[in-house]
């Protein structure tokens, strides 16, 4: 794995934003798969999040390609405003999916899974989160715009991976407590969703 000493100042956004790229890709089939097999709600929504993100994350590198040819594009601006619907969609559906959960009933759920693999998620997001902020590229307003959306989320990324982490742990200690997981998803998404609203608001008018 690279180091942020790779990304000193003067490095492209482009690069910095493949690294982010590639490490949703990396973590996506694994949060899935033990998503699955632990029955959590919150470790599946985590890899969802990451597909959401990497399809933005592509959506982004193309538009900067763009705006390098064409410096008045609006492009990297929509695709910030794309980035930011991707999140507040996969916010709403985390919620009403947990909220159908809570009032159906959990389902038994693997703590030490759910534990493990999500502080792994926390530790590879926290480090796409420095790369990204440690940056005096000079990009265009729009650039500079998208990269600063992809941050927030990767940094929300790790923080969810984080809270998700102790919610397996206590799930797996107290051997039970599984209305965590759907409850933890709730919290984090209505989270998350306000900071995307409120880069929404920056973000507008194009």
């Known amino acids: ?6 990304f000193q100042p003067g490095s492209s956004t482009s690069k910095r934003l493949s690294l982010v790229l590639g490490l949703n890709l990396t973590l996506l089939t694994s949060l899935l798969v033990v998503g699955l097999s632990s ?4 470790v599946f929504a985590e ?4 597909l959401a993100d990497a399809a933005g994350i592509a959506l982004s590198l193309i538009a900067i390609r763009i ?18 619907a991707w999140l507040l969609a996969l916010n709403l559906i ?39 902020a440690d ?3 000079d990009d265009d307003a729009g650039t500079h715009l998208n990269r600063k959306v992809i941050l ?10 984080l809270t998700v982490a102790l919610t397996g742990g206590i799930i797996a200690t107290a051997n039970g407590l599984y209305w965590l997981d759907p409850l933890a998803a709730i919290l984090i998404s209505l ?4 900071r995307a609203i409120r880069l929404l608001q920056k973000t507008l008018p194009l």
Do not use: W
């Not at 989270?191 to 306000?194: E, F, L, Q």
């Open 1 to 6: 794995m690279s180091s942020p000493s790779e």
């Open 39 to 42: 029955h959590s709600l919150s």
């Open 47 to 50: 890899g969802v999040d990451y």
């Open 67 to 84: 705006a390098k040819r064409r410096p008045a594009s609006r492009l990297p601006k929509i695709a910030a405003l794309s980035n930011v």
């Open 94 to 132: 985390v919620i009403v999916t947990s909220c159908v959960r809570l009032i159906e009933g959990s389902h038994p759920v693997d703590g030490v899974q759910v534990l493990v693999i999500s502080v792994i998620a926390a530790a590879v997001m926290g480090f796409g989160a420095v790369v990204l």
């Open 135 to 137: 940056s005096n590229d």
């Open 152 to 161: 927030l989320d990767t940094a929300a990324d790790a923080a969810t991976a």
């Open 191 to 194: 989270t998350v969703g306000y």
